[in-house]
């Protein structure tokens, strides 16, 4: 293996502490407007407004809520976690906003977190009741859950790389309803989606088209990169978590090889901070903006992988991940609640290029999932988490 960024510092982990502790205290200051309400999926200026809970992204800041009651145990995160339970309750009742496969980052890091955490039993009907939906989207032919979309348009005939992180919440309701169909559809889909979307050079599509007749692979195109041909930073990062995940279910040996690869690919193309920016296509010195949000779930992806690896492959990733890790926090995470009401700044949600159909929002900013999976990364090193995921 040869070695990448070997200068580079590791977070301490009084860094780590710090880093846990700061953001701990920004959620607390955020919960008079953000406990009723949600973050909106990026800032603006740096700050975050309320929403309904009516995006795919809110789930990540009630997982933020359960991270810093994870490290501070103040009864006010856990009261107001609580409160956000009933708020996805309703809105799976209701089937507000659910018809995509975006409900494992809803529900996992909301529900099933608190479930796990506190045993909540509102929290488990509500997040069996989101695998229940998120089934609904599967495709017999072709073997896949749909992201988004009408399911009988070609046009909407096909699964993302994102799509991965969906998949535990189907292995926990199986888990906790014994009813195999969960983990079975998750299974299908992972082995679609791993087949497919990974390139020969170890790059990734961010999104797979199937033939809606016969099911078989039609052709990649991306959405949210830069251009077809070329690797989004948050999806390349979506498959390093993904695949590390797959393996955690699957214990498929071929996924710690893809998971290996796909992250080599990332480390290459990553310039000299370790934070991407938003398409890999760009490298040290580009003017583009940065997804500081790719660089936190690369970091969480490498920390679940090393837990099943042998130790000095477990090391090399441990350190990589607690290199970038320093790299946001010294030079990326917020440090003074009256320039920001988030963690990380300079995320990229979306972001239009000339080869893409992407809107221009979320472009340097913070973004949810951003702030989320940096206090995952930090949770991870400094104990051994009990997963949502
Ligand atoms: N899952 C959508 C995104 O990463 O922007």
Same mark, same amino acid.
């Given at each position: 293996m040869e070695k990448l960024f070997t200068e580079m510092p590791v977070i301490t982990e009084n860094e780590m502490q710090n880093a846990l502790d700061f953001s701990s205290k920004q959620v607390i200051n955020n919960l008079p407007d953000f406990t009723y309400k949600f973050q909106k999926a990026y800032s603006e200026n740096g700050f975050y407004q309320p929403i309904e809970n009516d995006d795919w992204t809110t789930g990540f800041w009630t997982g933020e809520i359960w991270l810093a009651y994870e490290f501070c145990k103040d009864d006010r995160l856990k009261k107001a976690a609580l409160i956000q339970v009933d708020s996805f309750l309703n809105r799976i009742d209701q089937k507000i906003a659910v018809d995509h496969h975006d409900m494992g980052f809803l529900y996992s890091p909301s529900c099933v $977190? $608190?479930?796990k955490l506190v045993g909540s039993e509102k929290a488990r009907e509500a997040a069996i009741k989101a695998a +229940?939906? @998120?089934i609904t989207r599967f495709h017999p032919v072709g073997e896949f859950i749909q992201a988004w979309g009408a399911m009988d348009e070609p046009e909407n005939y096909r699964l993302i790389i994102d799509c991965l992180l969906n998949l535990p919440l189907l292995y926990w309701a199986t888990e906790e309803t014994k009813d195999e169909k969960y983990r079975e559809i998750a299974e299908k889909h992972i082995h679609t989606a791993i087949k497919n979307v990974i390139r020969e050079d170890y790059s990734t599509w961010h999104t797979f088209y199937f033939n809606m007749q016969t099911g078989e692979p039609d052709?990649?195109? /991306?959405?949210?990169g830069y251009r077809d041909g070329s690797a989004w930073a948050r999806g390349q990062a979506w498959g390093i978590y993904g695949s590390a995940?797959? *393996?955690?279910?699957t214990k498929r040996e071929e996924y710690v090889d893809i998971f290996k690869h796909v992250t080599r690919y990332y480390l290459e193309h990553l310039p000299k901070d370790m934070v991407p920016y938003w398409d890999l296509e760009f490298g040290e010195g580009s003017s583009q903006p940065r997804d500081s949000s790719s660089a936190s779930i690369a970091a969480c992806g490498m920390l679940e992988m090393a837990k099943y690896l042998d130790e000095t +492959? $477990?090391?090399? *990733?441990t350190k990589l991940a607690k290199q970038m890790i320093k790299s946001l926090y010294d030079n990326y995470a917020v440090k003074d609640p +009256? /320039?920001? &009401?988030? @963690?990380v700044l300079h995320s990229t949600y979306s972001n239009h290029s000339p080869y893409n159909t992407c809107n221009h929002y979320g472009v340097d900013e913070c &973004?949810?999932?951003? +702030? *989320?999976f940096y206090m995952e990364a930090l949770t991870r090193m400094l104990k051994d988490w009990k997963q949502y995921w």
């Amino acid at each position: 293996m040869e070695k990448l960024f070997t200068e580079m510092p590791v977070i301490t982990e009084n860094e780590m502490q710090n880093a846990l502790d700061f953001s701990s205290k920004q959620v607390i200051n955020n919960l008079p407007d953000f406990t009723y309400k949600f973050q909106k999926a990026y800032s603006e200026n740096g700050f975050y407004q309320p929403i309904e809970n009516d995006d795919w992204t809110t789930g990540f800041w009630t997982g933020e809520i359960w991270l810093a009651y994870e490290f501070c145990k103040d009864d006010r995160l856990k009261k107001a976690a609580l409160i956000q339970v009933d708020s996805f309750l309703n809105r799976i009742d209701q089937k507000i906003a659910v018809d995509h496969h975006d409900m494992g980052f809803l529900y996992s890091p909301s529900c099933v $977190a $608190a479930y796990k955490l506190v045993g909540s039993e509102k929290a488990r009907e509500a997040a069996i009741k989101a695998a +229940d939906q @998120l089934i609904t989207r599967f495709h017999p032919v072709g073997e896949f859950i749909q992201a988004w979309g009408a399911m009988d348009e070609p046009e909407n005939y096909r699964l993302i790389i994102d799509c991965l992180l969906n998949l535990p919440l189907l292995y926990w309701a199986t888990e906790e309803t014994k009813d195999e169909k969960y983990r079975e559809i998750a299974e299908k889909h992972i082995h679609t989606a791993i087949k497919n979307v990974i390139r020969e050079d170890y790059s990734t599509w961010h999104t797979f088209y199937f033939n809606m007749q016969t099911g078989e692979p039609d052709h990649g195109a /991306t959405c949210q990169g830069y251009r077809d041909g070329s690797a989004w930073a948050r999806g390349q990062a979506w498959g390093i978590y993904g695949s590390a995940l797959a *393996y955690r279910y699957t214990k498929r040996e071929e996924y710690v090889d893809i998971f290996k690869h796909v992250t080599r690919y990332y480390l290459e193309h990553l310039p000299k901070d370790m934070v991407p920016y938003w398409d890999l296509e760009f490298g040290e010195g580009s003017s583009q903006p940065r997804d500081s949000s790719s660089a936190s779930i690369a970091a969480c992806g490498m920390l679940e992988m090393a837990k099943y690896l042998d130790e000095t +492959d $477990a090391a090399y *990733y441990t350190k990589l991940a607690k290199q970038m890790i320093k790299s946001l926090y010294d030079n990326y995470a917020v440090k003074d609640p +009256d /320039t920001s &009401n988030g @963690l990380v700044l300079h995320s990229t949600y979306s972001n239009h290029s000339p080869y893409n159909t992407c809107n221009h929002y979320g472009v340097d900013e913070c &973004n949810s999932w951003g +702030d *989320y999976f940096y206090m995952e990364a930090l949770t991870r090193m400094l104990k051994d988490w009990k997963q949502y995921w």
